[in-house]
Structure formats: C-alpha cells, structure tokens
C-alpha cells in the first residue's frame, strides 16, 4: 500500500510565529491569525477538509458505481468546525456538503443509502474520531 507524506514547520511563538505546509505539489503558509482569527493563509482545518473532501467524492463516486449507477460527477465541500472546548482547540464537526450527478435511474432514497455508508465507510472519515454529519444532494 501507499504510504503518503506531508510537512510542516513552524518558526517563532504561537502568536507571532509562522509556518509552511508542503505536500506533493501544495505549499502554504499558515499563521496564528489564518487559523484562529479570519487572516490570509491556510490552515490545518482547510487541509484536513480538503482531505475528506477529496476522498468522500472518490469514494463516493465508487461506491455509486459498485451499486450498478453510473457517476458523473461529485463534488464535496467539507465545513470543519474548530471550537475552544475544555480541552482546548478541538475539531468538534465536520459537515460534508456534497452534490452529485448521477445516471442510471437512482431515485433519492437509494442515494441517501449509498451517500450514508460513505460516510462511515470512506479512509478519512474512518481515520477520524469526530461527529461527521453529511448533506448530500441529488442533482
């Protein structure tokens, strides 16, 4: 199996320091301001959803497909809610909002079914341990 790589640094304190995130063909730079506060920059969060954005659509995609449907296109935007909680910083939701195009005659109530089991079934949302909610929309 594959095994993938990512890094960051992070230079200075928390609140004046800064950092890069480099993966693949992706670098950004993230700050105290770009993940606590509305500043320019990205942030673990936008990354971690990017991620579970990308794999619930490829496995969404498949999974439709398994099921004797015929895929066009998924796209998935993932909310991730970060909350200061009593054990401080902590990723308390992620909402995927996801909207796909589908041939072969799936009704709504069939597609809710497969888009559930996505949910619990695709990489990242098994590697995560936080309540996941979907929205998942039939166009």
């Known amino acids: 199996m594959a095994v993938r790589q990512a890094n960051a640094v992070w230079n200075g304190k928390l609140r004046d320091g800064s950092g890069v995130a480099r ?10 301001v770009s993940r606590f ?20 659509s490829m496995a969404l ?34 909402v995927l909002v996801s909207e ?3 041939g072969g005659g799936i009704d709504n109530a069939k597609f809710q079914e497969v888009a559930e089991e996505t949910k619990k079934t695709c990489p990242i949302s098994r590697a995560l341990a936080t309540n996941i909610e979907l929205n998942a929309k039939l166009v």
């Open 61 to 94: 995609s498949a999974n439709l497909e398994r099921a004797g449907f015929e895929p066009q296109r998924v796209q998935t935007t993932a909310h991730v809610h970060l909350e200061k909680t009593d054990a401080g910083q902590t990723v308390t939701k992620i």
């Open 100 to 102: 796909a195009s589908v």
């Open 23 to 32: 993966f693949s063909n992706f670098e950004g730079s993230y700050t105290f």
């Open 37 to 56: 506060e509305e500043g320019d920059g990205t942030n673990p969060e936008e990354m971690l959803g990017a991620a579970h954005a990308a794999c619930f």
